[in-house]
């Protein structure tokens, strides 16, 4: 059966140069001493969280992982509000300051299933293929 309503529009959200510049010095020591420095100076910044999810689940720690992801998730989530999501509709992966959302969930995904959260772990990769399958084939 073909959907007859149009889909939602891409959600863009807006960039934050100042963030983003303060991601790429940190990451030139990639030590999560630097990105928590971001983290807690962008809190609304999902690319800072993510790089600590990403940095916890490498060292082996998917429970302090998944809080970071979590955290920018959810930082995310509220940031995609602001910008019109209504809780569906693509999220581009070409859209960089999407992208540590994007990330962000990703991470959640793979440290939740770290952590036997199964189920969340699925919803988590379902959510990043339904926001854009493009993101999904990125990151996996």
């Known amino acids: 059966m073909q959907n007859l309503l149009p889909e939602p ?19 030139e020591t990639g030590t999560a001493e630097a990105y928590k420095k971001v983290a807690g100076e962008y809190p609304a910044f999902s690319g800072g969280w993510a790089a600590l999810a990403a940095d916890a689940l490498d060292a082996g ?49 793979q440290a939740a299933a770290e952590i036997g959260e199964a189920d969340e772990a699925a919803r988590c990769a379902q959510f990043l293929r339904d926001s854009d399958p493009a993101a999904a084939d990125a990151l996996t």
């Open 61 to 109: 720690e998917p429970v302090t992982a998944y809080a970071y992801a979590r955290t920018g998730y959810h930082r995310g989530l509220d940031a995609l509000r602001r910008n019109g999501w209504k809780g569906h509709g693509p999220i581009p992966w070409s859209h960089a300051p999407n992208q540590g959302f994007l990330r962000c969930l990703h991470t959640l995904s």
């Open 9 to 27: 529009p891409a959600t863009l959200l807006p960039a934050d140069a100042e963030a983003e510049n303060a991601l790429a010095k940190a990451a």
